[in-house]
Structures are given as C-alpha cells and as structure tokens.
C-alpha cells in the first residue's frame, strides 16, 4: 500500500490523523505504518461510537456437567481412548501466551515471569512440565502452538528458545501471532501508540482460531492429521493440558467441544459459567449473572449454575472450520490506553479514557452444537495467576503449587 492509497482509506473512515507526523518518519517506519494501515480493520471503531450497550443474550438455562464421580467411573475408558488418540497424532495444544505481565509489575511477557521461591520456575516452564507429563505417559509429542501477539511475539520465541523449551521437543513447537484490533478513544478516533504506529490490541480470546489458519498453522495441523485441539491461557499453573481423561470423554460423546470446569467457591465468583443461551451451549461471564440466576437450584438442589469456566477447551476442528469464516459479536471494553497527545507527547491515563475491541472464545462454543462440561478438581487444576498479590495472584498460586507437590 502507498501513501496515497493509506491516505483515501482513512479518509473512508475519518482517520486521517495517522499520517500527521508521517513526514517526520523514517523510511524503515513509514513502511510500517503504511504496512499497518493495511493490514488494520478500522471498521471496528464504529462500535465505540453513541451508546456502548452490551450485546443483547438469548435465554439462559442450565447445562449440566459432567462430574468428578461419574469421570472417576468412566476414566480407565476415558483414558484409553484419551491416549489412543494422543499416540495417533489427533490431539494438540494451544497455548494462548499473547498477554503481557503488566499486572504482574513486569514489562516481560506474562509467561517469562518468575514464581519461583527458591530457585527459578517461569510460568511457561510450569505449562510445558504438564504438558510432559502427558508425552511422557502417551510415548508420544504432542503438537504445541504458541499464540503470541505483536507486543511479545520476538521476546517469547527468544525466551523459549533460550530456555531450549524447557525440554520440550522443539520440532514440535509452532508460534504464531494473534491479530490485531484498533484502540480508540470514546468517539472512535483511533489512538497513536508512536508517531509511526498505531494503538492495538490483542483481539480477544474468540480469535485464536482465525489467527492460526490466517498463518497457515491450522490448515498444516489437519495436514498432519490433527482432529482436537486444546486451547488453554497461559496464566493457570496448575492446569492439566491434551488431559487423556478429558480428551476420551470428548471424543467417546462426540463433542464439537469441552469445557474444564471446577465448582465455584462463592456465588459471585468472577468466573464465567457454562449455560445453555437459547438451547446452545453458551457461557455467562460473572458480570452477567443476576441475582435469580446466582441463587437458581436444579434438581438436586444444588446451584444451577455452579460450574465455572477456566479456559482451557478441547475444540474438534471440523466444527471450527464450519464457523470459521463466520463474523462473531464484537465486545467493546473499555480500557486505560496510552497515547500520543495533540504534542506528540506520550500520555499514560490513570482511567479509562477509551475503546478496546474483542472477539470471545464464548461466543464460538455458542455457535457449535454440543458442549461437554468436564468437572475438574479445583485444587489440582485451577492456580489462576492474575495479580500479584491477594486472590488469583502469584501468592495464592505458590500456595496451590506447593499443596501439590511442586517445588518452587
């Protein structure tokens, strides 16, 4: 694209004050930002404009999941099958590691930082030594996709490579990166992160997909005869990744998907719950759920909706590619963006003072026909790394880590 042609497509969109410092760029950088423009979809700013009202839901009901004591009855086939089909190259895992460890007081990306205690345990070697627990009990590699995004995508390769992958086989190990979105302010004005690049995000969780086929990475796993894949966050230490129980209780159903879930511990956890939206299998997020919903009982009399999600999901990817050309909702969250000033000045807000724009993995499960939600031990699986401190933090993640065994 050159300047002219940048130039008449942001002037479609009213975004024209991207170019104001392009003269004062390198060549190197108007190349960039030129290449930026492209690549950009600014037609995403319309939703930050007028009344920003969440997406309309369908009527909710209760999904039922399936529990600890009927997987505990089943797991010997589970695993059987799980294995089976891990020895045949049909499973592999995605690593969704295109965050960073702002939170965390690090400018690293999130899976570099260190929980260790006393000797040094990065959160992206936790998640491969899980992971070889399973290579190590199947015999076999298990394909590893790592998401990046294009604020860590160079230092997380370098990163694993100079940690040799933690032992991982490197052959085995993909990376690609996540798209983009825009980020705007409140009347859909797109900000500038630098005078030669504009103020994105990752986004969203529900764009994992459409970033692995946009690198070819998906259509060269079903080359190789891969049929599931496990998408998990990076920040859970304790999560049990291509699971053999989980994935024979999937494929034995025949599920489009499933859903490790582990009981909530409050009502009002901030954790989202698998449901039924209009009859599909759908997921409320925590700030959804009214009180008649949080106090709801089922037939045994326990909470109908008691079964929080924690990111970690086994997709068949013939399902996915059913959808995959389909355009999801678009959540608009409000954020705290930095960004040029009218100066040219570097601004770092201390509230929210714009837009930033999400596809959710939520809304691919609603678009599939069945949802298996697999109860997990919360204890064993479930060590969310949030914040530094308090609930969901680095601290409440040692504890848990050492609970079951591991060293730090």
């Given amino acids: 694209m050159n300047y002219e042609e940048a130039l008449k497509k942001l002037r479609d969109y009213g975004q024209e004050h991207v170019l104001a410092y392009y003269e004062e760029l390198t060549e190197a950088e108007k190349e960039s930002l030129l290449s930026q423009i492209e690549l950009t979809d600014f037609s995403v700013l319309a939703s930050c404009k007028g009344d920003r009202q ?8 209760p999904l039922a999941a399936m529990q600890l004591p009927e997987i505990e009855a089943k797991r010997e086939k589970f695993q059987t099958l799980g294995l089976e089909a891990i020895r045949k190259g049909r499973v592999g895992a995605v690593l969704l590691a295109g965050g ?13 930082y260190n929980i260790g205690i006393t000797r040094e345990v990065y959160i992206f070697q936790r998640l491969i030594e899980n992971l070889m627990d399973v290579v190590e009990q199947s015999g076999s590699w298990v394909p590893l996709y790592v998401m990046t995004s294009d604020k860590n995508h160079e230092s997380t390769v370098a990163f694993l490579k100079e940690k040799d992958y933690f032992g991982y086989n490197r052959d085995y190990v993909t990376f690609f990166m996540q798209e983009m979105a825009p980020a705007s302010d409140y009347d859909g004005k797109v900000y500038m992160e630098e005078k030669g690049k504009i103020s994105t995000s990752p986004n969203g969780n529900g764009g994992w997909y459409s970033s692995m086929y946009k690198w070819g990475v998906a259509q060269k796993a079903m080359e190789d005869g891969v049929e599931y894949l496990n998408v998990f966050a990076v920040d859970n230490v304790l999560q049990r990744i291509a699971d053999p129980c989980f994935v024979g209780a999937v494929v034995e159903g025949g599920y489009a998907v499933g859903a490790k879930v582990v009981k909530k511990c409050a009502p009002d956890e901030k954790i989202g719950v698998v449901c039924l939206e209009d009859g599909r299998p759908s997921i409320v997020e925590y700030y959804e759920l009214t009180e008649e919903l949080m106090s709801a009982k089922d037939e045994n009399g326990d909470p109908a909706y008691y079964f929080g999600v924690i990111l970690n999901y086994l997709f068949r990817i013939s399902d996915l590619e059913k959808i995959r050309e389909k355009k999801l909702p678009l959540h608009v969250v409000e954020k705290k963006i930095a960004h040029l000033d009218e100066k040219g000045e570097l601004v770092k807000p201390n509230e929210p003072n714009g837009c930033k724009f999400e596809q959710l993995v939520l809304d691919m499960i609603h678009e599939l026909d069945g949802c298996l939600p697999f109860e997990v031990e919360r204890n064993r699986e479930f060590a969310p790394i949030k914040n530094k401190t308090g609930i969901d933090s680095v601290e409440s993640a040692r504890v848990l880590c050492g609970e079951n065994g591991i060293v730090l």
Wanted: no cysteine.
């Fill in 54 to 61: 969440a997406l309309q839901r369908g009527k909710i009901s």
């Fill in 100 to 112: 960073m460890g702002t939170r965390l007081g690090s400018d690293d990306p999130k899976g570099m």
